[in-house]
T-cell receptor, first 119, second 112 residues
Framework: GAVVSQHPSRVICKSGTSVKIECRSL??????MFWYRQFPKKSLMLMAT?????????EQGVEKDKFLINHASLTLSTLTVTSAHPEDSSFYIC???????????????FGPGTRLTVL | GDSVTQMEGPVTLSEEAFLTINCTYT??????LFWYVQYPGEGLQLLLK?????DKGSNKGFEATYRKETTSFHLEKGSVQVSDSAVYFC???????????FGSGTQLTVLP
C-alpha cells in the first residue's frame, strides 16, 4: 500500500513552453500533497503544500504564477511549470500524506520524481 | 524554526561493515522522526520512523532510536550490503500540515 505515482518520469521541453506533472496516490486518499524540488547532490526543497479543494500554500521565494499547483481530488495533484526556462531544469518530487484512511496519516509517501530538462 | 543536521558524507564502507549515520534535530513540541532512502534516479522511500521518545524504528536491518534527551535519531545497521548504497535523509515532521524538514542527505557507498 501507500503508492504514489508521478507522470511523466522524464520530460525535455523547449524554453518558453509549459509542462504539467501529475502526482497520484494510487491506493489511498491524500488530503495533503507536497511538491519538492531537488538539485543535484542536494536535499529536497519544499516548494508548496496543496490541500484538496483549496489553494496551495507556497514557500517563500517560490513564484506562484510560475509553478501552478492544482489539487482537484483526494488522489491527484498537478504541478505546471509555466514558460519554462533552463534554470527550471531540476528533479521535481511530490509526496502525499495526511490520508483519511489506509496508511499512517502522519507519514508522507513519495513519488518517483520527474526529471525536467529545459533546453 | 525546525531544523535537521545530518552527518556530512560521502560515507564509503566495505560490505558487512557497521554503519552509523548521525542525525540531530531542533524542533518545538514533539516531532515525528523519519529516515528516507533515495536510490539513484528515484524518489524517496520511507525507511523507518519513530513518533515518540524512546521509540525504535526498524526496517531491513536498519534501526534508529528517538532520543529526546540528546535530540538525536541516528541510523544504524550492523552489516551493510552493496545494495544499501544510496542517499539517506533524516527528516522530522512537526507542523500541523505535516510538512517535513529534511537534513542535507548522506551519500553511502558500499564496496564489495
Amino acid at each position: 500500500g501507500a503508492v504514489v505515482s508521478q507522470h511523466p518520469s522524464r520530460v525535455i521541453c523547449k524554453s518558453g513552453t509549459s509542462v504539467k506533472i501529475e502526482c497520484r496516490s494510487l491506493d489511498f486518499q491524500a488530503t495533503t500533497m507536497f511538491w519538492y524540488r531537488q538539485f543535484p547532490k542536494k536535499s529536497l526543497m519544499l516548494m508548496a503544500t496543496s490541500n484538496e479543494g483549496s489553494k496551495a500554500t507556497y514557500e517563500q521565494g517560490v513564484e506562484k504564477d510560475k509553478f501552478l499547483i492544482n489539487h482537484a481530488s483526494l488522489t491527484l495533484s498537478t504541478l505546471t511549470v509555466t514558460s519554462a526556462h533552463p534554470e527550471d531544469s531540476s528533479f521535481y518530487i511530490c509526496s502525499a500524506g495526511g490520508g483519511t484512511s489506509g496508511p499512517s496519516t502522519d507519514t508522507q509517501y513519495f513519488g518517483p520524481g520527474t526529471r525536467l530538462t529545459v533546453l | 524554526g525546525d531544523s535537521v543536521t545530518q552527518m556530512e558524507g560521502p560515507v564509503t564502507l566495505s560490505e558487512e561493515a557497521f554503519l552509523t549515520i548521525n542525525c540531530t534535530y531542533t524542533a518545538t513540541g514533539y516531532p515525528s522522526l523519519f529516515w528516507y532512502v533515495q536510490y539513484p534516479g528515484e524518489g524517496l522511500q520511507l525507511l523507518l520512523k519513530a513518533t515518540k521518545a524512546d521509540d525504535k524504528g526498524s526496517n531491513k536491518g536498519f534501526e534508529a532510536t528517538y532520543r529526546k534527551e540528546t535530540t538525536s535519531f541516528h541510523l544504524e545497521k550492523g552489516s551493510v550490503q552493496v545494495s544499501d548504497s544510496a542517499v539517506y535523509f533524516c527528516a522530522l515532521s512537526g507542523g500541523s500540515a505535516r510538512q517535513l524538514t529534511f537534513g542535507s542527505g548522506t551519500q553511502l557507498t558500499v564496496l564489495p
